[in-house]
């Protein structure tokens, strides 16, 4: 047991150290783990890491997933639903289709229900992967919604696909029809368990009195209980997960009504999803000396081989379907004529960040051992095998060149929207404003009166001021940029007097630890405000 810790304990720190490097050589840690746990497990003795599949999607699944559904805007996922869907579902099943043919004409002994086990395994690109990449690029925010759309729903399909494929392997069956129904009672009821669980766990929040700390502790609690819940009935826990993020997201405003639980919530989940992320990726690196020990009577040269065959089966396929996709509605209706096309730089960004990742590598590892007869599982280790070449391919490949390829295009914003600090100015202005109308419509006698309100009503009224005066000095830049990054700098610098001088109140006996804390917590909160990249 203690083995067994102090092996854990050191690779978070391993890890911790490789992101830091990662940081520093301005590579997305993603690819970089890959990379590095694939040296560490080829190093002599380093114990051999073997991970149990079911273990991977119960711990890391659930909450990977509802992270991204929380921060998923569902105004702009409806927006997008069209193209989410058909990436999400129409590319998923169309891409186990050509990768079950081209397995089955190219690799001698591939049957058509392995070539479709192999296709629900690669054809779900990963979300982390992806949006890390892509993470402090100029990417438009229309790209960047579709992809982690598709990423939200594209597991439940692929993984339902797999599922299909296994049974379909096992029995020695298939009937479309009757997967096609079972895939809509899998998918659907997986929602329907979801909101279901979702609006229990409302009720506790909005009803119940809860802490900040009990909050955070319910909503880390929440994935695992509608992902639970979902597979226990034998429908797909993805999407009740998903549903569930979805909904408990949109109705945050009414059950995490105080600063502090949001917060500490926030800081929790941030916590929680870089560790899961860190390893998760260098588990992916760690597992390949195994999977070559087991390749068995195929040469690592052939299955290599055919790993790079999948890989470019699944590039080029997902650049033509999501080209044809941006462009479908001009091929078939003259009345698109007048309206501007979406061109190709756009569609080139979403179709080269089709980067598999840990779902892809535990939905092969999770390939039981042997068929129903007791016979071995055909051809399970050069699945296995194939599906980590796609990762590494699609993660390191793609991966680094796509930061490259942004930048090369140079892709205005489709959809163009006020920087990050402006629409801050905006939105404090119309609340202030609310305040104050609400002060001086309901309270005149107290704001006469209290001293207090009287002091909050002249804040108000200096803040409302300030934000006109910031928002008609913004308008007045002749060169926005350049004026906004010699304002970063200037705040900047303000901010680290600001902390040296509560340093040493700290040595004072003037004012507590607590409330300096909190003085540091409003200046953190300023800084990440000036400090955004689109100010």
């Known amino acids: 047991m203690h083995e067994d810790l102090l092996l854990i304990l050191g690779l978070l720190f391993v890890v911790m150290l490789l992101v830091m490097l990662a940081q520093k050589l301005r590579i997305a840690y993603p690819i970089f783990l890959v990379l590095a746990g694939l040296g560490i497990g080829f190093i002599p003795g380093i114990p051999a890491v073997k991970t149990d599949p079911e273990l991977i999607f119960l711990i890391f699944l659930p909450p990977l997933l509802y992270e991204a559904a929380w921060y998923t805007s569902w105004k702009e996922f409806k927006k997008w639903s069209g193209s989410i869907i058909l990436l999400a579902f129409g590319l998923v099943f169309l891409t186990s289709l050509i990768v079950a043919c081209t397995a089955h004409a190219f690799i001698p002994g591939f049957t058509l229900g392995l070539g479709f086990l192999l296709g629900g395994i690669v054809s779900p ?34 993984l339902i696909v797999f599922r299909f494929a296994l049974a379909a392997i096992f029995t020695g069956t298939f009937s479309m029809q009757e997967a096609s129904g079972q895939f809509f009672l899998v998918a659907g009821m997986g929602v329907v368990v979801g909101l279901a669980g979702a609006h229990v766990m409302y009720a506790i929040h909005r009803f119940l009195p809860t802490s900040s700390a009990i909050d955070a502790t319910l909503t880390v609690m929440t994935p695992y209980l509608l992902y639970l819940s979902a597979e226990q009935f034998h429908f797909s826990g993805v999407m009740a997960v998903v549903s569930g993020g979805l909904f408990m997201s949109f109705r945050a405003h009414e059950i995490f009504t105080t ?21 998760v990726f260098i588990l992916i690196g760690l597992e390949l000396p195994g999977i070559v020990s087991g390749l068995g009577s195929v040469s690592v040269f052939q299955a290599i081989k055919f790993g790079l065959l999948i890989s470019l089966v699944l590039i080029a396929l997902r650049l033509v379907w999501v080209y044809a996709l941006a462009n479908f509605p001009w091929w078939i209706s003259k009345r698109m004529d007048n309206v501007p096309r979406p061109g190709w730089k756009n569609p080139l960004v979403i179709g080269w960040a089709g980067m598999r990742g840990v779902v892809s590598l535990a939905t ?17 280790d050069l699945i296995i095998f194939m599906t980590f070449i796609v990762i590494f391919v699609t993660l390191v490949f793609q991966g680094l060149t ?26 404090r202005l119309r609340l202030d404003t609310l305040a104050l109308q609400h002060l001086n419509g309901n309270h005149t006698s107290a704001s006469e009166t209290n001293s207090l309100v009287r002091a909050y009503t ?19 830049c ?47 909160i300023n800084d990440m405000k000036v400090s955004e990249t689109d100010l």
Not at 405 to 427: C, K, M, S, T
Not at 460 to 476: C, W
Request: proline share 4%.
């Open 478 to 524: 002749t060169n926005r940029a350049l004026e906004r990054e010699g304002f970063q700098r200037i705040m900047s610098d303000i901010h680290d007097l600001q902390r040296r001088e509560l340093f040493k109140m700290k040595k004072e006996k003037t004012y507590t630890d607590d409330a300096i804390r909190k003085a540091e917590h409003l200046l953190d």
């Open 458 to 476: 002249a804040r108000l009224e200096h803040e409302i001021t300030g934000h006109q005066s910031y928002l008609a000095s913004v308008e007045a």
């Open 125 to 158: 690109p990963d979300a982390v992967a992806a949006t890390t990449v892509l993470k402090g690029l100029k990417v438009p925010r229309r790209t960047i919604t579709i992809l982690e759309g598709e990423s939200l729903v594209n597991d439940a399909s692929s």
């Open 402 to 427: 796509l930061p490259l390829i942004i930048r090369l295009l140079r892709i205005d914003e489709l959809d163009p929207v006020l920087p990050q600090n402006e629409q801050y100015a905006g939105i």
């Open 364 to 380: 092969a590892l999770s390939i039981p051992l042997l068929i129903s007869n007791g016979a071995s599982f055909p051809q399970r």
């Open 259 to 279: 600063g502090g639980t949001r917060v500490n919530m926030k800081a929790v989940w941030h916590t929680l999803i870089f560790v899961m992320n860190t390893l």
